[in-house]
C-alpha cells in the first residue's frame, strides 16, 4: 500500500511538472510569434548590409527558439495525453515531399538531401497527418545535425515483419556511439560528440507519437534509423 502510495505520489508530481512545463511554453509562443514576424518584416526591408545580416541571424535565431518552446510544450502534452492523435488519409509521397522541400535551407554544403519516390501501394496510410509530418521532420532534421558531407535519404518501404508501411532516413553521418542508442528516445537526452545541438526532444517526440499511432522505432547500423 505504501508503495502505490508513492507511485501515486510521484505520477502526480510529474503530471504537475509537465503541465507546468505545457503552460509556460504555451505562455512564450506569442512573444516569440511576434519576434518572429518582425524579424521576417526587418528581413524585407531594404537594409544595409550590416544591419541586413543581424537581421537574419535574428531571425534564424528566433525560429530556434520557437522550435524549442515547441517541442516542450509537445512533449508536456504527448506525456500527459492532451494531445489528441487524428485518424485520417495520409499521403506518404506528399509528407516526405514537404519535408525535403522544408529541410532545404537547412542541408550544409556537400550533403545531398532525397526523398525517393513512394510505391503507389504504400503511399497512402491512416493516422495523424501533422504528427506524421512533425515525425518525418524530425527524423530530417536529426540526421542533417549528424552528417557533414554526404547524403541523407527518406524513402518509405515495406516492413517485412507486417506488411506495412516503414518510413526510413538514412544519413552517412559519423554514426552514433553504441553507448547512447538506448537513451536516444528518451526526453532531454542527446548523444555525446559534435552537432548535438538542442535539448534532446526531437527523438523523444518521435518516439511519443509512434507509440500513440501504434507503430515503433529502431535505429540500426550506423546512422539508420527504421520506423
Not at 54 to 80: F, Y
Not at 151 to 180: F, H, L, M, Y
Amino acid at each position: 500500500l505504501e508503495l502505490e502510495q508513492r507511485e501515486a505520489e510521484a505520477q502526480f508530481a510529474l503530471k504537475s511538472k509537465l503541465g507546468f512545463i505545457a503552460k509556460v511554453s504555451h505562455e512564450l509562443r506569442n512573444p516569440l510569434h511576434g519576434m518572429l514576424t518582425l524579424s521576417e518584416l526587418l528581413n524585407q526591408a531594404h537594409l544595409p548590409v550590416r544591419e541586413a545580416k543581424a537581421a537574419a541571424a535574428l531571425h534564424r535565431q528566433s525560429g530556434v527558439l520557437r522550435r524549442i518552446v515547441d517541442d516542450l510544450l509537445d512533449i508536456a502534452q504527448l506525456e500527459i495525453g492532451n494531445l489528441r492523435i487524428r485518424s485520417e488519409r495520409v499521403d506518404l509521397a506528399d509528407v516526405l515531399s514537404d519535408a525535403v522541400t522544408v529541410a532545404r535551407g537547412t542541408v550544409p554544403v556537400g550533403v545531398d538531401l532525397t526523398a525517393v519516390p513512394v510505391a503507389p501501394a504504400l503511399r497512402f496510410i491512416v493516422g495523424d497527418e501533422d504528427r506524421i509530418r512533425q515525425m518525418v521532420a524530425n527524423l530530417v532534421s536529426n540526421a542533417l545535425k549528424h552528417t557533414a558531407v554526404g547524403n541523407v535519404t527518406v524513402e518509405v518501404d515495406q516492413a517485412p515483419t507486417d506488411g506495412q508501411a516503414r518510413i526510413s532516413v538514412t544519413d552517412s553521418g559519423s554514426g552514433i556511439d553504441p553507448d547512447d542508442i538506448h537513451r536516444l528516445f528518451e526526453p532531454y537526452e542527446r548523444g555525446k560528440g559534435e552537432g548535438t545541438a538542442g535539448v534532446g526532444l526531437g527523438l523523444a517526440i518521435v518516439g511519443k507519437i509512434l507509440e500513440d499511432h501504434g507503430g515503433g522505432i529502431e535505429l540500426r547500423e550506423i546512422g539508420r534509423a527504421h520506423v
